[in-house]
């Protein structure tokens, strides 16, 4: 009677209990035992290891912890912190539009040791093409015989919603006659640009949360016994829309930039980012736009090393300029086919301009900029 008290009081059915141990537990003991008198030592082995087994209940669920690392990649300067968050990663998830059967194949060759970065570098191409510090590198050094397991979520070849991609990057080039003309064509072109972003965002967001539910669920034997998966996500600095969503879903998830603080200096990525987040976008901002682009095409510009310093001198220099002086230099450029570089370079003249050529003379100009 006494018992049943308790029992009730504790909510656990009195026939589940005996003194100090319950019945299914007891039954559990007796069969092993029974096993190995009967000299059937694998059958008791089973019993053993069933009954040391925790109840599918009582597991606790694997920790999947999400880290973003979003940072400009064209350099080996703007993804410097790259290496110190791969190490610190259980699983790498890329950024990687249009990856195929062979990338994962190389990608996982480079985690086990069995291919060398620089080999690698050599299949894919890098940006600047005549230096080795590049992003690339970075991310395929710390990669190289690193044992991290690497994944992907972004669009690959052949995907229906790839072809979209494609052809959202894709706007057709209008007859441009006056200021107005290519004002419309650059305002076109980044609004097409930020839908077809959003396309693959979409597609990225869904497979992150599949990757979630198979390491939860666990798929991958390689992280067999861990309570918790740091899983880092790398994409570029205008992909935040990825993060704020996964975030919405898991509360744990971080992210961290290449550089603090970060602003979005470049003109081009500021339109694109408008418009992902519904806002307008002026003809002053995309005049604008079309400036910085020249001036970033410059071939000096392939000398500075930090992608973010680069946008932040640009934007500080095309501040300078009117927006009739921005018309005054496309007026400019349709009286010339060829010398574009010196058309940019006697504007840039007009205001006392300079672009630096190094990333010591980037950092001089900055300072006086701020003074």
């Known amino acids: 009677m006494e018992q049943e008290k308790i029992a009730k009081a504790e ?36 019993l053993l290891e069933k009954a040391v087994e925790p109840k599918e209940a009582d597991k606790e669920k694997v920790k999947v912890v999400f880290r973003f690392f979003n940072a400009i990649h064209k350099t080996g300067k703007d993804v410097e912190n790259l290496p110190e968050e791969i190490q610190k990663a259980d699983i790498y998830i890329p950024e990687a539009v249009g990856w195929n059967n062979e990338t994962v194949a190389d990608y996982k060759a480079l985690a086990r040791g069995e291919i060398a970065p620089k080999e690698l570098l050599e299949k894919y191409g890098a940006y600047p093409e005549d230096t080795t510090d590049n992003w690339r590198s970075k991310e395929f050094e710390a990669l ?28 057709p080039t209008r007859e441009i006659k006056t200021f107005a003309d290519v004002l419309a064509q650059v305002k076109n072109s980044l609004k097409n640009f930020a839908e077809a972003i959003a396309i693959r965002e979409k597609h990225i967001v869904s497979e992150i949360i599949t990757i979630k539910e198979n390491i939860e669920n666990g798929q991958y034997p390689e992280l067999k016994g861990k309570r918790a998966v740091n899983v880092l996500i790398f994409l570029g600095a205008i992909h935040t829309p990825v993060y704020h969503k996964i975030k919405e879903i898991d509360e744990n998830a971080s992210r961290r930039f290449s550089t ?68 005054a230099f496309f007026n400019d450029l349709q009286n010339t086919d060829f010398f574009t570089e010196r058309v940019v370079l006697k504007h840039l003249r007009t205001k006392n301009i300079k672009i630096p050529s190094s990333d010591a003379e980037l950092d001089e100009l900055l300072k006086k900029k701020k003074h």
């Not at 003194?19 to 008791?44: D, N, V, W, Y």
């Not at 972004?154 to 991609?165: A, I, M, Q, S, T």
């Open 11 to 46: 909510k656990i059915p009195a026939a589940e209990k005996t003194e100090g141990i319950s019945r299914r537990e007891f039954l559990k003991t007796a069969g092993f035992l029974s096993a190995l008198i009967a000299g059937k030592p694998e059958e008791a082995a089973a």
């Open 144 to 171: 190289s015989n690193s044992q991290k397991i690497v994944l992907f979520a972004d669009l690959p070849v052949g995907h229906p919603l790839y072809e979209k991609y494609r052809e959202g990057r894709i706007t």
């Open 260 to 327: 603090m603080p970060f602003n979005y200096s470049n003109y081009g990525a500021e339109i694109v980012r408008r418009y992902m987040f519904g806002k307008e976008v002026s003809d002053e901002l995309a005049a604008k736009a079309f400036l910085s682009g020249y001036i970033d095409s410059l071939p000096r510009w392939a000398k500075l090393n930090d992608t973010h310093k680069a946008h932040q001198y640009t934007r500080a220099v095309v501040e300078q300029f009117s927006h009739k002086d921005i018309e």
